[in-house]
């Protein structure tokens, strides 16, 4: 059959709330395509965006992705919250089980793949280059088509609302769950190529930006003297490179299972679902550091740009950076402690969980150290800050409670569980995200946030984020499990209810970000700055805000860790002659087309289109073919081009604006 098993009864015209979601998102898409189109802008995207091989560029389109996606998670969240506080007294909510299970999956699917690693990815894209005085990545190509690769599993997981279904079994898809004979329909199979197609793009950034790290750095820049961003950055992509991989061949298999009716996951023929967890998780665990490493680097600069001095203890900073990198591969089975592997083996997995918190509370006193007796500035980033630390420290401590495995016999499958997860990731890569967002967006744009709003975004997530997961803390500890949707003990419901309200909060939060960014761009000439608007201590503030497409005119060269700091202190001066010619990379519109490819094969494959799928796969194999014949991967920007530029730059620094 031609369009394999989608038929008209694959849209969900049985549940409300989808179609209409489906109605406005139809409506919004169309009204921002016939912007695009009246105000004739498809050309500029295309020729300036799209199939840009800038980082500066690429960067802001993953961070641009991220928000999307966050957008989409969060009001997965708030469903859940809010069906959660509804469903007791016999009332089950407005949410059944079919639909409730693909919301709390598509969640945890989206904040991980496609709103954390986006940003992630894109902070790293935009800053590592510059931090070290590149012009660009090592491969500008691979960098265009990693993006659109992790956009194309994004439009995956978005088409799983519409058409068919999503998976309903958790975030990581344990079989026999997820295997053929308990999910039949079409949502594990989304999930599948969501990942994959998703799972190269990131893959490819990890060898890139390793690459960069490894080889482009400026003249006199040792690795000991990097940037601690740019070294937090170097071990997550190392972990990313390591571990994907594993999460790829994972997927192969239980691909295979349900595919081509293999047993490598099933509860017969000789298959184990316990091999898939082993699996998943020695992906899973690594990801979870993949996500906090850089955050980490996030709080390193920002604390000691804002405290005024030197980090504290950086040596001992790059070693407890390394020494997570190694351990968080030995951590994995404390995922499932409950699962029967034994006293011995339980034992080994909760002491090296335990190990681990050393050198994550290494850096904590190392950034506190930082700030003791620094001229302390609480600008936005900094109040961002030290909210993570105090967030932050919760999380850990309840991670080490739940690293004990007799604890974690009593709490793994409650609610406990859930608040500890969010208490790290939302107080450590969210509230990072944010002191990064708002302390390099005059480097992305050349103008501030503005503070206003940003603080009211800030007291929002305080107060929401708390009052929306110590509930849970509470819940877990009465021993309620997670993954439910009704209950049937009434006097939990206040509990749940407060979680509500907190998760209310969080979304004014989330407008007031929004109101930020917008009010931001409407007043950008009162925000302006050129160049370094914080006192900047590390390369990327060497250069003016927004840099230009080459970033340096001159090759910086360093002799210090805090090169930019230690520049400004030996009264270091801009060359104002001698420019020359600049050798670029040119843009290439071959990663859209490949990443496109890619996504219309993964949705055939969902849908058994078996004719689709095979045209899709010798389309991208012709076209991949085809780009290694393009011969004008490069080009030349002209010296007066560059005169210009810097000329410009001169006269703005001498005017002080």
Known sequence: ????????????????????????????????????????????????????????????????????????????????????????????????????????????????????????????????????????????????????????????????????????????????????????????????????????????????????????????????????????????NVLIVASFPILTATLVLLSLDRYAGTNFFTNDFGGNPMMYVNLIWIWGHPEVYILILPLFGVFSEVTSTFSGKRLFGYTSMVYATCTIMVLSYLVWLHHFFTMGSGASVNSFFGITTMIISIPTGAKLFNWLFTMYRGKIRFELPMMWTVAFMLTFTVGGMTGVLLAVPPADFVLHNSLFLIAHFHNVIIGGVLFGLFAAINYWWPKAFGFKLNVFWGKVSFWCWQVGFWMAFTPLYILGFMGVTRRMR?????????????????????????????????????????????????????????????????????????????????????????????????????????????????????????????????????????VAIGHTFNYKRDFYIPQDVVTRTEEERTRILAAGV
């Open 1 to 236: 059959m031609i369009f394999g098993r989608l038929t008209w009864d694959s849209f969900p015209w049985h549940e409300p709330i989808v179609v209409a979601t489906f109605v406005a998102v139809v409506l919004g898409g169309a009204a921002v395509v016939a912007a695009l189109t009246y105000f004739k802008l498809w050309g500029y995207l295309w020729k300036e965006w799209f199939t840009s091989v800038d980082h500066k560029k690429i960067g802001i389109m993953y961070m641009v992705l991220g928000l999307i996606m966050f957008l989409r998670g969060f009001a997965d969240a708030v469903m859940m919250r809010l069906q959660q506080a509804m469903a007791f007294n016999g009332s089950e909510g407005y949410l059944n089980a079919h639909h409730y299970d693909q919301v709390f999956t598509a969640h945890g699917v989206i904040m991980i793949f496609f709103v954390a690693m986006p940003f992630i990815t894109g902070l790293m894209n935009y800053i590592v280059p510059l931090q070290i005085g590149a012009r660009d990545v090592s491969f500008p190509f691979l960098n265009n088509f990693s993006f659109w690769m992790t956009t194309g599993g994004a439009v995956l997981v978005m088409a799983s609302l519409f058409l068919g279904e999503f998976a309903q079994t958790g975030w990581l898809a344990y079989p026999p769950l997820s295997g053929i004979d308990y999910s039949p329909a079409t949502g594990v199979d989304y999930y599948i190529w969501a990942l994959q197609v998703a799972g190269v793009g990131t893959t490819l950034s990890g060898i890139n930006l390793i690459a960069t790290i490894v080889k482009m750095r400026a003249p006199g820049m040792s690795l000991m003297k990097m940037p601690v961003f740019t070294w937090t950055s170097l071990c997550a």
């Open 486 to 622: 009704v209950f049937d003990d009434p006097s939990l419901q206040i509990w749940f209810v407060i979680a509500a309200i907190g998760a209310a909060i969080v979304a004014a939060g989330i407008g007031a970000m929004l109101v930020q960014f917008a009010v931001s761009i409407w007043k950008r000439d009162e925000l302006k700055v050129e160049g370094d608007p914080w006192d900047g201590r590390t390369l990327e503030w060497a250069t003016s805000s927004p840099p230009p497409e080459y970033n340096f005119a001159f090759t910086p060269v360093v002799y210090d860790a805090d090169s930019w700091a230690d520049m400004k202190r030996h009264g270091y001066q801009r060359p104002l002659t001698g420019y020359q010619a600049i050798h670029m990379p040119s843009s290439t519109g071959a990663g859209v087309i490949l990443a496109g490819l890619a996504t219309v094969c993964g949705f055939a494959l969902i849908w058994y289109m078996w004719w689709l799928a095979g045209l899709s796969f010798v389309g991208l194999i012709a």
